[in-house]
């Protein structure tokens, strides 16, 4: 329970931060200095790191590739619970952490829709000529809202160590080159990727949070619990 009620308040922390986050670039340096003359907060310092990197569209047409990656492993995830949903015949026997993995990418896309509709941020270029939002990264909220789940669901579904292994460090090196790749392809403010940093962070860790809440309900529930058995 100790180690929920921990994850539980990293993620509101981490959520906290993104809104008071989201907060301070509507209100600190902002200038029109994006395209179209569209305002940005951080002005000086995103547009100083965009001078940085440049815009590099094979980066951004790359990473943009990429993303299939962890919409695949939504779909894998997807298909086990649909599979489980066959096998056990009622969805209340659908392994629990897999119906909350379910909630949680429901809450990442309610994210980005929201974001999408309530522009925060634009890109600083056009995309086939037109304004985009960018305000989280997209991109970079779903690479690092699903990749931890692939290493927290492998720690739970597999004993064998080296699978383990290969999973966290595949995650952790995708992550790494999905996150460097967006920001240097130019097509983001440095403060577009960092908002999606603790966005991710926030809901994963709520989503955790609730898997070992359950973890726990489901141990305290069991026959030798209830016969007084330790």
Not at 37 to 60: K, S
Not at 81 to 103: E, H, Y
Request: charge should be positive.
């Amino acid at each position: 329970m100790m180690e929920g009620k921990r994850n539980l308040h990293k993620g509101i922390g981490f959520l906290s931060a993104f809104v008071l986050w989201t907060v301070l670039i509507q209100l600190i340096d902002v200038q029109a200095a994006g395209p179209k003359g569209t305002r940005i907060g951080f002005a000086a310092f995103n547009v100083w790191f965009h001078q940085l990197t440049g815009v590099h569209m094979t980066v951004y047409a790359i990473t943009d590739w990429l993303g299939l990656v962890p919409i695949f492993i939504c779909l894998c995830f997807g298909g086990l619970g649909f599979l489980q949903l066959i096998r056990r015949r009622s969805l209340k026997r659908v392994d629990k952490d897999i119906l909350l993995l379910g909630a949680y990418y429901l809450l990442v896309i309610s994210a980005y829709l929201l974001f999408e509709m309530i522009p925060i941020n634009y890109r600083p270029i056009l995309i086939e000529g037109r304004l985009e939002a960018s305000y989280p990264s997209s991109t970079t909220l779903l690479v690092l809202s699903v990749m931890p789940t692939l290493v927290f669901q492998t720690e739970r579904r597999c004993a064998d160590p080296r699978i383990r292994k290969t999973a966290a460090r595949f995650a952790i090196g995708f992550s790494a080159f999905m996150v460097i790749g967006r920001l240097i392809s130019g097509v983001h403010w440095a403060t577009d990727i960092l908002a999606s940093v603790l966005l991710s962070a926030g809901l994963f860790l709520l989503y955790r949070s609730a898997v070992l809440y359950a973890d726990e309900r489901k141990e305290d529930s069991s026959p030798g619990r209830e016969n007084g058995v330790q």
